[in-house]
């Protein structure tokens, strides 16, 4: 009876482990896949001056702006 015990023991243990190793790595998985996304170039407007990422701003003849209406003014004169 007390062979039958520990051998029943042992399963349970070795079942709490295979979880926990389980668990373990699902964790290890959810952490890679929030990675951050890599950074946008920021471009300076001809215009106002203002940093704006990339992606967001108008280009013109080379030229960065960072809405319509200011490519439409056209670079600052300073």
């Known amino acids: 009876m007390r062979n ?4 029943i023991l042992v399963f349970i243990g070795i079942w709490w ?3 926990a190793v389980r668990r373990f790595r699902q964790q290890g998985a959810a952490k ?6 890599d950074a946008e ?3 300076e407007c ?11 701003g108008v280009r013109a003849d ?3 702006y960072c809405c319509e209406q200011h490519r439409r003014a056209g670079p600052r004169l300073d």
């Open 32 to 37: 890679a896949a929030r990675r951050p996304a």
């Open 62 to 64: 080379g030229v960065f």
């Open 4 to 7: 039958l015990l520990i051998l």
């Open 17 to 19: 482990l295979r979880g």
């Open 41 to 43: 170039r920021m471009l």
């Open 46 to 56: 001809a215009h106002c001056g203002i940093n704006v990422p990339e992606s967001d």
